[in-house]
């Protein structure tokens, strides 16, 4: 698929790209019948969804700033056996009724398991069950998943966004590399300090140039961890 960076809406014109019988491209198939997601968002939500259902488990997903509420429906599909995925957002467009009824038609179940919540993230409710997520948390916004997730100490991946330099913490990094690469390093160091397992990866950068996937777990989580045969 040449252009996955492309902000053009996918239609149903573009139904003859993903005619393949991968999960992929199913999912491809229902999110250009509802034709109000961009291209480049596809790509990143099943990017991100797939990385961290490779990482983390949990028996709730919480997508905080949803938007269209993509990576809930796409983690639905990737954890089938959690109780139920929460697309949460303070404003939950219509994009996010579009796309669900859309991944519904192939995955009925889906219907009764993810739920969309109009709500402040600062203020919604975590456990340390959950599995959180948040792709594109404008600035602050991803420090403050971070911390919220932290203080429930629940597992979580963000992919960050845009950066307004001088609001977030660069850990007196930025005489060495570049800022938005310091500011995600800080974050790196600081959900370490909290006691977290942290993996830094990225996401293909033909899809966004904000490709940094921090995902992370409470190192007591981490399989062993209770019978101490690591970090206590
Ligand atoms: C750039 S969009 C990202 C949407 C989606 N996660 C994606 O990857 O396409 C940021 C979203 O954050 C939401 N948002 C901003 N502040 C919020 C807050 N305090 N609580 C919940 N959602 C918030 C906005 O409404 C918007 O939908």
């Known amino acids: 698929m040449r252009d996955r960076a492309s902000r053009k809406r996918l239609l149903v014109g573009a139904l003859r790209h993903y005619t393949g019988d991968t999960l992929f491209q199913r999912i491809a198939r229902a999110v250009c019948r509802a034709e109000c997601v961009p291209r480049k968002e596809l790509h990143e939500s099943w990017e991100v969804?797939?990385?961290?259902?490779?990482?983390?488990?949990?028996?709730?997903v919480v997508d905080l700033a949803c938007g269209h509420g993509l990576v809930a429906q796409i983690m639905a599909i990737l954890y089938p056996d959690v109780r139920e995925v929460v697309a949460v957002d303070r404003r939950i467009p219509a994009s996010a009724e579009r796309v669900a009824a859309t991944m519904a038609e192939t995955w009925p179940w889906l219907a009764d398991r993810v739920r969309r919540e109009r709500a402040d993230l600062g203020r919604f409710p975590l456990t340390a069950d959950d599995v959180v997520v948040s792709a594109h948390a404008c600035g602050r916004l991803t420090d403050l998943v971070l911390e919220r997730a932290a203080e429930a100490r629940a597992a979580v991946a963000v992919l960050p966004c845009c950066s307004v330099h001088s609001k977030l913490d660069d850990g007196a990094l930025s005489g060495w590399m570049d800022t938005d690469l310091a500011i995600d390093a800080t974050r790196v160091l600081a959900l370490r300090a909290r006691g977290y397992d942290v993996w830094t990866q990225t996401i293909p950068g033909d899809i966004t140039p904000k490709n940094r996937l921090l995902i992370g777990r409470p190192a007591e989580r981490a399989p062993g961890a209770q019978e101490g045969g690591r970090r206590v």
Do not use: D
């Open 49 to 60: 969804a797939r990385r961290v259902r490779r990482r983390l488990r949990g028996t709730r």
